[in-house]
């Protein structure tokens, strides 16, 4: 079972194999509290994951080694089975779900792991992961469900409490639980009166959902961008932690996390997955309670985002922040009319992306058109206002 000292040991076993990452003062991120961040994001392999599986398989037997490991991933578990195996010189087999990115399933073959795709998500792999364990007897290293493994997690606590003793609120990512049980279970034996809240992404909230009605429950399905925290069943022992040592756990939407990870990139020059930017998200989005004049550290938990979606992920962080805006105006299609209104959107400091003109619509006069513009912009009070200078000059702001 876990214990206060089986994650002390825990921290002095890893010594040899990850770094102590920063806590950064970050000023920036809300104007109701301090921020801190723990940048686990810069961790070996770009992960808090690498610490409960390589002290899980330091613990492992001579026998055990010597069958290997197997473990199940969408990605960041993976590649520290993979790191683990690789130092301890044992074979290690990697089930990964088939929408796993790209990034994450090379890095782990990078690190000498023998991948298995498998279709669906996470709780598919982890099926084919268990038959593979019976048929090669394999030892299963759990991502979450595992004391060992929930001890390394648990080492970012004490971290966290030796970086920032005076910390109020500690907010950390769920998926299926591991991270938080561990960092929960150690807050609150030593400083009890620090709060620790969870956040899940609201397209896959199994653990809120899990909490709310007091029992283990599965959804039918998840749809997110975290796809570190993209897993459809809590925890039998993640969950009973939780109940025991979590304050709460909120949820933040898909375009939450990427206004987060634009922020962090833009204010911090930090590059978060989704995942790791959740615990940010809902600090800028005042989910999280009773945060006001308070320090609060925000588990940053990997940073390991497929590039791939990098680029969608700042478009839609841009709008969520207000930093552009597509504005329809309804104009008569002559001359002259585009300049005017570049002129305006100039005038009051925006700055045009693109144009579309749309003259096909039946509901506006043959001799009519839709305006449609992309502007760069501040924020949404200056959106307003170029929406106000428009109407002033009299166009037809749809």
Excluded at 304 to 319: A, F, M, P, Q, Y
Aim: glycine letters at 8%; a negative charge; charged letters at 20%.
């Amino acid at each position: 079972m876990l214990t206060i000292d089986k994650i002390y040991d825990a921290s002095n076993v890893l010594k040899e194999v990850i770094r102590q990452t920063d806590m950064i003062y970050a000023p920036n991120l809300s104007d109701k509290c301090s921020v801190y961040l723990k940048t686990e994001n810069l961790q070996v392999t770009g992960s808090f994951k690498v610490r409960g599986a390589y002290y899980k398989i330091s613990g492992l037997s001579d026998e055990e080694k010597a069958h290997g490991v197997i473990a199940c991933s969408a990605g960041n578990h993976a590649q520290g089975v993979a790191l683990a195996a690789a130092h301890s010189g044992i074979k290690a087999v990697i089930c990964l779900p088939e929408g796993a990115p790209i990034s994450k399933v090379e890095a782990t073959k990078r690190y000498g792991a023998e991948v298995c795709m498998v279709k669906g998500v996470y709780d598919d792999a982890y099926n084919k992961a268990i038959s593979l364990r019976d048929e090669k007897n394999y030892t299963f290293i759990h991502p979450f469900d595992d004391p060992d493994v929930i001890a390394g997690q648990g080492t970012i606590g004490l971290e966290i409490l030796e970086q920032l003793p005076d910390a109020d609120v500690i907010a950390v990512p769920i998926g299926g639980g591991g991270l938080i049980s561990g960092v929960a279970y150690i807050v609150k034996h030593i400083r009890p009166n620090c709060r620790v809240y969870g956040v899940q992404s609201a397209g896959a909230a199994s653990m809120v959902n899990s909490i709310h009605d007091n029992k283990i429950e599965t959804l039918d399905d998840v749809n997110t961008i975290a796809d570190g925290i993209k897993v459809k069943t809590p925890g039998d022992l993640t969950f009973e932690m939780c109940k025991k040592y979590v304050d709460g756990v909120v949820t933040v939407t898909d375009d939450e996390v990427s206004a987060a990870i634009l922020t962090l990139m833009e204010q911090q020059k930090l590059v978060s997955e989704g995942a790791g930017a959740v615990p940010v998200a809902a600090v800028m989005f005042d989910k999280i309670p009773d945060i006001e004049g308070k320090k609060v550290c925000c588990l940053v938990s990997g940073g390991n985002i497929d590039v791939t979606i990098l680029s969608r992920v700042i478009e839609r962080g841009l709008k969520m922040s207000g930093r552009t805006a597509g504005i329809t105006i309804a104009l008569s299609d002559k001359p002259g009319q585009l300049a005017a209104v570049s002129a305006i959107v100039a005038n009051t400091g925006g700055n045009v992306v693109s144009v579309n003109y749309d003259s096909t619509d039946l509901d506006m006069n043959i001799t009519d058109c839709y305006l449609k513009i992309s502007v760069e912009t501040r924020d949404f009070a200056h959106i307003e206002q170029i929406k106000t200078a428009l109407k002033e000059a009299g166009f037809a702001v749809k």
